[in-house]
């Protein structure tokens, strides 16, 4: 990856670089620049060739800064973050925390890549991560609380994220139950957490973050589901480390205030944005599919579901709208 990365710095800017400047700054001859160009497309990079003028990307990328995503988090927030890693390319940054658990990583350590090549979604599904374009964030997080209300932790996890996107100026986006941000009924971000911890406590999360910011091209056709990016509801380019910085922010003042006040503090904004209370939807479970409609969620953040007259409680299951 290190000779990919510098040549997608050298890239970043949009301009068209020939192949012999590209070879001296990496040190390499031309045709290695060619087949190393070439390898990008696994990258998910779209990257031109024009005879005469050289390679340019389709787009100019906002590479991931480590200063210009902290300078997004004040200070007492900042306080409760342990360390900041941004990685050129790794499988999944999730995974990346998750395995250091074990070897003493401390609780608000936050991991971003510019790329992953196995990045996880829910229930086994891949999260198509393309390089430079979109954030993937995870954060580590310690809590004394049984796993029962870890469940809660996703949804003020949701919370944190539609707090980021407001302060980044997005709006028109809501939630889904329990932890996809959809607009217009297409993914904008998803969240994904992962535990490790003994029955006794205290147990140990990863909270991952997947939020679409420009998903080039060349990856649209991989993925399954119906998509959005902010650069398309924005209308334009947005500063990717800003969007990022404030990611981090709201989720480490959520994830604290979690801790502290469990999920009281954050009902009233998930009620507000829940896009699919009042309507009916049919809900896949572990015993197969209840069609009913959702009536919001109880104080634990278990969703209610009003079937045949009685009103049920579920604290796992996909949720889909019923046409
Ligand atoms: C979903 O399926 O909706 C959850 C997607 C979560 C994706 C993020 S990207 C950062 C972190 N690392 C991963 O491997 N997955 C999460």
């Given amino acids: 990856m290190h000779q990919r990365y510098r040549l997608l710095r050298l890239l970043a800017d949009g301009r068209f670089h020939s192949g012999e400047g590209l070879g001296t700054a990496l040190g390499i001859g031309r045709s290695a620049v060619w087949k190393l160009v070439r390898s990008l497309e696994g990258l998910g990079v779209d990257v031109f060739a024009v005879a005469g003028k050289g390679y ?51 609780p608000g350590s936050a991991c971003l890549a510019e790329h992953q090549q196995a990045g996880r979604g829910r229930r086994g599904r891949a999260w198509i991560s393309p390089f430079g374009a979109n954030i993937y964030l995870s954060v580590s997080w310690r809590f004394d609380t049984s796993p029962d ?8 996890a949701g919370v944190a994220v539609a707090r980021a996107l407001h302060a980044v100026g997005i709006t028109g986006f809501g939630l889904k139950w329990p932890n996809d941000v959809l607009w217009e009924g297409r993914k904008l971000a998803g969240i994904l957490l992962e535990m490790k911890g003994e029955s006794t406590g205290p147990y140990d999360v990863v909270v991952g973050i997947g939020l679409n910011v420009r998903m080039p091209p060349g990856a ?9 990016d902010i650069a398309s509801i924005a209308g334009g380019p947005q500063d990717r480390n800003r969007i990022a910085g404030l990611l981090l922010k709201n989720l480490v003042q959520g994830l604290a205030d979690f801790s502290g006040n469990g999920l009281e503090p954050f009902l009233a904004e998930w009620s507000r944005l829940d896009l699919v209370q009042g309507r009916a939807v049919s809900l896949s479970t572990g ?10 969620l109880d104080r634990d953040g278990a969703l209610l579901l009003r079937v045949d007259g009685e009103t049920r409680r579920y604290v796992s299951g996909e949720v889909s709208l019923r046409l």
């Fill in 287 to 296: 015993l197969g599919p209840v069609s009913g409609t959702a009536m919001g």
């Fill in 149 to 156: 209300s870890l469940g809660g932790a996703g949804l003020a």
């Fill in 220 to 228: 649209q056709a991989s993925i399954d589901q119906p998509w959005v």
């Fill in 56 to 106: 340019r990307l389709a787009h100019p990328l906002d590479l991931l800064d480590r200063e210009r995503i902290l300078s997004a988090v004040d200070g007492s927030t900042r306080k409760l973050v342990s360390g900041v890693e941004v990685l050129p390319s790794i499988d999944s940054t999730n995974r990346f925390l998750m395995e250091r658990i074990d070897r003493g990583l401390p």
